[in-house]
């Protein structure tokens, strides 16, 4: 439970190092992209509060951040899907490999 706990810690912390590495100018940061940076900013407010410098243990009040990280990370998810961000299983090709040629 430990590493799967850690494992989403840098998760959360890998999602707000790509998204705030965008500059402004980025051609992503779009009207129709703004719903993706507003919930990003929020799970980096959310980061910002409980992950503090290298990630390498899990933060004593796991429940609490949790409880704050999983409904932001899960909206960036959906968020990302409904604009065509996300992998398909199709992606992948019929064995579940992605690339996998016969």
Not at 28 to 53: C, H, M, Q, W
Request: charged share 25%; glycine share 10%; proline share 5%.
């Amino acid at each position: 439970m430990g590493r799967a706990r850690l494992a989403a810690c840098k998760l959360v912390a890998a999602v707000i190092h790509q998204t705030t590495s965008l500059p402004a100018s980025s051609p992503l940061r779009t009207p129709e992209n703004k719903d993706l940076f507003d919930t990003a900013e929020a799970l980096k407010s959310i980061g910002d509060a409980y992950l503090v410098g290298t990630i390498e243990t899990v933060p004593e009040n796991w429940t609490e951040f949790w409880g704050h990280a999983q409904p932001a990370l899960l909206g960036l998810v959906e968020a990302l899907g409904e604009k065509g961000y996300v992998l398909q299983q199709s992606d992948f090709g019929e064995e579940g490999e992605e690339g996998k040629k016969e």
